[in-house]
């Protein structure tokens, strides 16, 4: 799935932290992915997703890319943008 989103340029988002995340650290080239985590049900993660999805919007219209970040949805709501070493 990562490899799909890598090579059409679209956004990744996922409530696996574990594997996606550290995929996500190991990869030279994507088109950003989006993780959120820590949440207990289906209505918990779609309610971080919803946030997530908003603050990522909001990035963009501030003038920030996408490509190549790792984005996480904190427990406060707040956007975490981070960059693979490497």
């Known amino acids: 799935m990562l490899e799909h989103a890598r090579r059409n ?3 990744l988002l996922t409530a696996d ?3 996606f995340g550290a995929l996500a650290r190991t990869m030279r080239t994507h088109a950003g992915i989006g993780l959120i985590g820590e949440q ?3 209505a918990q993660q779609i309610a971080a997703m919803d946030r997530l999805v908003d603050a990522l ?3 963009v219209a501030g003038g920030g890319a996408l490509s190549g970040f790792i984005f996480r949805i904190r427990r ?3 956007l975490a943008i981070g960059r693979p070493q490497g």
């Open 17 to 19: 932290l574990g594997d």
């Open 9 to 11: 340029e679209r956004t």
């Open 40 to 42: 207990n049900g289906r």
């Open 76 to 78: 406060t709501g707040r």
């Open 57 to 59: 919007l909001s990035h």
